[in-house]
């Protein structure tokens, strides 16, 4: 018996290009990356640094600037469990029930998304603000909204409310109710079954939403500026502090606060990646591709 | 315990509505529901369960209504078809599940629970893999799992939504064995949910036939298999062939042409005569036999059919071949036919 031998070297699978188109459409994308994504972050540490490590440390000491962060943190920390609590309910309701006015339901969550933050900012300026609907009565009972803190939750959840929403919709359809069906022909109650089935089941797209909405709501600059009225030390966020020190032409300040929102922005990332990593098998089940 | 389920109905506004569902199951009898899709069968399962409420009608366990009672106290053990096994638990954890939701003052202690969880392991055969994720079983092995966990929590009844649905062929014909002993043993009053006539007929002690959301039959597979009750039935189980037909009063007519059949009962009547293909014998044409044309012979599991075209309007009959003298494909022949049913339109 003769073993046929090969004519030619094994061909290429057909959807692989050839080696300029690969070397042209890779540097292209490399390019593109290095221009607008990687040299604005380098910028941003370089300028924070560029007079030494001293005076960066030091910008940090400046009370406006502790009270920008310790504001940033709490609102943060406010607007991210109650859109925790809004995104699971809205889901919930979403992919586990049929109701008249779904899609309409659907439509109104994506709809910060879709609208200038600046425009939302306004919306609450309208609602709560000296002249407007309901700030008068709010007023005569003592209660400041705008230009406060409650006037920048109201903003930042606004702002923030479809990302937790937007990952469990999905991830909820299309588990579907047998697990929870499941718990219950077990003896389990409602809200037993939601900890022990559905909360484990969407535990990863449920933490991918939090990464996201708190880096949305550390971050948002538009829909906080209109409520907040920029009063230093009290009302002004990281974003906003950034803005003003850069306006009074305080480079090293404005860039060493914009690169500790670059560092959270960076640690999220990270996270994220490590969970990919980590849970990579996990979450490739759990949630959708 | 004894289940009666009276005139059920449950209006979905799409198909798996029951309309007036009765159904009487015995103590520890195992109890197949079988159905083509869209009968009602699985939407039935569930009311039993709880996890539909029906529109008009009543469940009763033993003496209890049990109507309004939530699927949560009905203490039934239920099994779904893609298992619904808890991915994030261990085997083992998925078992235990039905006894750690329990209120403390009815939680058995800690160590009680293991206990139980294993002795169920050992019940259905898979000791060695407790501490497995459901992810690393075989669709076999997670079938048996859910049994397990159904079982953990001492269900007063046992519902199955077409168990072997998911698995291939080989398993399923074990777990079918395996799932009757296993009844046998332990007297689990069963219902199943089953498209597959095969398996029911094979497994179950009384199987129900569901039609377009009615019950059309309830008796001993040798009852609906050999009795049919209507042509639905008779169709649906086993295979058959069905040939409309006309009677002059002497005898029988099929598009016209005289013919003689054998029926249970008597031939009288107008509608379709229906008649299984073990029931037909292919002979030489001559006059009394249904004259008809071979055109095609395949085989099946069981043997070799042929197909038969007679009259004129298309309708073909399966028949059985004995491979001792083989039939060809264009060839004339004679039908007998015996133990033919007819059922009007």
Not at chain 1, 218 to 243: K, N
């Given at each position: 018996m003769v073993e046929p031998k090969p004519r030619h070297a094994p061909l290429p699978p057909v959807t692989t290009e050839s080696v300029t188109a690969r070397i042209l459409l890779i540097s292209a994308a490399l390019l593109f990356l290095g221009l607008f994504l990687i040299l604005p972050v380098v910028v941003v540490f370089v300028e924070a640094l560029r007079k030494g490590l001293l005076v960066y440390l030091q910008t940090f000491g400046d009370p406006d600037a502790q009270s920008a962060i310790r504001l940033t943190l709490m609102v943060a920390g406010i607007s991210v469990p109650l859109n925790v609590l809004f995104g699971l309910a809205a889901s919930w309701a979403i992919a586990k029930f049929e109701f008249r006015g779904k899609s309409l339901l659907i439509t109104l969550i994506d709809l910060p998304f879709s609208i200038s933050p600046v425009v939302s900012g306004l919306i609450y300026v309208l609602l709560f603000g000296a002249a407007g609907t309901f700030g008068p009565w709010f007023k005569a009972h003592g209660m400041q909204i705008i230009f406060a803190l409650p006037g920048i939750v109201l903003a930042t959840v606004f702002v923030t409310f479809p990302f937790v929403a937007r990952e469990l919709i999905p991830l909820m359809e299309e588990q579907g109710n047998t697990d929870e069906e499941a718990a219950l022909t077990l003896g389990a109650g409602g809200l037993r079954a939601f900890l022990t089935v559905t909360l484990p089941n969407i535990r990863w797209g449920l933490l991918y939403g939090v990464l996201l909405c708190n880096a949305r709501a550390m971050g948002e600059f538009g829909a906080v500026s209109v409520v907040s009225?920029?009063?230093?030390?009290?009302?002004?966020t990281m974003p906003l502090h950034v803005e003003i020190l850069y306006n009074e032409y305080n480079f090293t300040a404005a860039f060493a606060m914009a690169s500790l929102l670059t560092l959270l922005a960076l640690i999220t990332l990270a996270a994220k990646t490590l969970l990919e990593l980590r849970y990579g098998e996990a979450l490739a089940r759990t949630t959708r591709v | 315990m004894h289940i009666r389920v009276i005139d059920i109905a449950k209006d979905f506004g799409r198909t798996g509505a029951l309309r007036g569902v009765s159904l009487d199951v015995r103590d520890g009898e195992l109890l197949a529901l079988l159905?083509?899709?869209?009968?009602?069968k699985t939407t039935l399962l569930r009311v039993i369960a709880g996890l539909e409420a029906p529109s008009t009608g009543q469940v009763f366990f033993g003496e209890e209504d049990?109507?309004?009672?939530p699927v949560q106290k009905r203490r039934i053990g239920f099994v779904f078809q893609n298992y619904a096994?808890?991915?994030?638990?261990?085997v083992r954890d998925n078992i235990a599940y039905g006894l750690r939701v329990r209120r403390r003052s009815e939680q058995p202690s800690t160590s009680e629970i293991i206990k139980r969880a294993d002795d169920l392991l050992d019940l259905v055969q898979l000791s060695d893999i407790g501490s497995r994720y459901p992810r690393q079983l075989s669709g076999g092995q997670q079938q048996r799992v859910a049994l397990a966990r159904a079982l953990a929590v001492e269900p007063r009844v046992l519902l199955l939504d077409e168990p072997f649905g998911a698995l291939d062929a080989r398993v399923r014909k074990d777990l079918r064995r395996w799932l009757r002993d296993l009844h046998d043993r332990t007297g689990h009053t069963t219902v199943f949910v089953t498209h597959d006539q095969e398996e029911a007929l094979e497994l179950a002690d009384r199987v129900a036939i569901l039609n377009a959301g009615k019950i059309e039959q309830i008796g001993s597979p040798d009852d609906i298999y050999?009795?049919?009750?209507?042509a639905f039935v008779m169709s649906f189980v086993g295979d058959t062939s069905s040939i409309p037909i006309q009677s002059d009063g002497i005898g029988l007519l099929h598009d016209g042409q005289p013919f003689e059949a054998i029926c249970h009962g008597s031939c009288r009547g107008s509608g379709k005569l229906f008649v299984r293909p073990h029931d037909v014998t292919i002979a030489e044409a001559s006059p009394g036999r249904l004259p008809g044309t071979v055109v095609n012979v395949h085989r099946t599991a069981r043997g070799h059919r042929a197909q038969i075209l007679v009259g004129n309007a298309g309708v073909i009959i399966e028949a059985t071949v004995d491979m001792a003298k083989p039939q060809v494909i264009g060839e004339r022949v004679g039908l007998q036919i015996q133990n033919a049913r007819v059922f009007g339109d």
């Amino acid at each position: 018996m003769v073993e046929p031998k090969p004519r030619h070297a094994p061909l290429p699978p057909v959807t692989t290009e050839s080696v300029t188109a690969r070397i042209l459409l890779i540097s292209a994308a490399l390019l593109f990356l290095g221009l607008f994504l990687i040299l604005p972050v380098v910028v941003v540490f370089v300028e924070a640094l560029r007079k030494g490590l001293l005076v960066y440390l030091q910008t940090f000491g400046d009370p406006d600037a502790q009270s920008a962060i310790r504001l940033t943190l709490m609102v943060a920390g406010i607007s991210v469990p109650l859109n925790v609590l809004f995104g699971l309910a809205a889901s919930w309701a979403i992919a586990k029930f049929e109701f008249r006015g779904k899609s309409l339901l659907i439509t109104l969550i994506d709809l910060p998304f879709s609208i200038s933050p600046v425009v939302s900012g306004l919306i609450y300026v309208l609602l709560f603000g000296a002249a407007g609907t309901f700030g008068p009565w709010f007023k005569a009972h003592g209660m400041q909204i705008i230009f406060a803190l409650p006037g920048i939750v109201l903003a930042t959840v606004f702002v923030t409310f479809p990302f937790v929403a937007r990952e469990l919709i999905p991830l909820m359809e299309e588990q579907g109710n047998t697990d929870e069906e499941a718990a219950l022909t077990l003896g389990a109650g409602g809200l037993r079954a939601f900890l022990t089935v559905t909360l484990p089941n969407i535990r990863w797209g449920l933490l991918y939403g939090v990464l996201l909405c708190n880096a949305r709501a550390m971050g948002e600059f538009g829909a906080v500026s209109v409520v907040s009225g920029h009063i230093r030390g009290l009302t002004d966020t990281m974003p906003l502090h950034v803005e003003i020190l850069y306006n009074e032409y305080n480079f090293t300040a404005a860039f060493a606060m914009a690169s500790l929102l670059t560092l959270l922005a960076l640690i999220t990332l990270a996270a994220k990646t490590l969970l990919e990593l980590r849970y990579g098998e996990a979450l490739a089940r759990t949630t959708r591709v | 315990m004894h289940i009666r389920v009276i005139d059920i109905a449950k209006d979905f506004g799409r198909t798996g509505a029951l309309r007036g569902v009765s159904l009487d199951v015995r103590d520890g009898e195992l109890l197949a529901l079988l159905g083509p899709s869209g009968s009602g069968k699985t939407t039935l399962l569930r009311v039993i369960a709880g996890l539909e409420a029906p529109s008009t009608g009543q469940v009763f366990f033993g003496e209890e209504d049990a109507t309004t009672v939530p699927v949560q106290k009905r203490r039934i053990g239920f099994v779904f078809q893609n298992y619904a096994l808890f991915k994030h638990m261990t085997v083992r954890d998925n078992i235990a599940y039905g006894l750690r939701v329990r209120r403390r003052s009815e939680q058995p202690s800690t160590s009680e629970i293991i206990k139980r969880a294993d002795d169920l392991l050992d019940l259905v055969q898979l000791s060695d893999i407790g501490s497995r994720y459901p992810r690393q079983l075989s669709g076999g092995q997670q079938q048996r799992v859910a049994l397990a966990r159904a079982l953990a929590v001492e269900p007063r009844v046992l519902l199955l939504d077409e168990p072997f649905g998911a698995l291939d062929a080989r398993v399923r014909k074990d777990l079918r064995r395996w799932l009757r002993d296993l009844h046998d043993r332990t007297g689990h009053t069963t219902v199943f949910v089953t498209h597959d006539q095969e398996e029911a007929l094979e497994l179950a002690d009384r199987v129900a036939i569901l039609n377009a959301g009615k019950i059309e039959q309830i008796g001993s597979p040798d009852d609906i298999y050999d009795h049919p009750a209507s042509a639905f039935v008779m169709s649906f189980v086993g295979d058959t062939s069905s040939i409309p037909i006309q009677s002059d009063g002497i005898g029988l007519l099929h598009d016209g042409q005289p013919f003689e059949a054998i029926c249970h009962g008597s031939c009288r009547g107008s509608g379709k005569l229906f008649v299984r293909p073990h029931d037909v014998t292919i002979a030489e044409a001559s006059p009394g036999r249904l004259p008809g044309t071979v055109v095609n012979v395949h085989r099946t599991a069981r043997g070799h059919r042929a197909q038969i075209l007679v009259g004129n309007a298309g309708v073909i009959i399966e028949a059985t071949v004995d491979m001792a003298k083989p039939q060809v494909i264009g060839e004339r022949v004679g039908l007998q036919i015996q133990n033919a049913r007819v059922f009007g339109d």
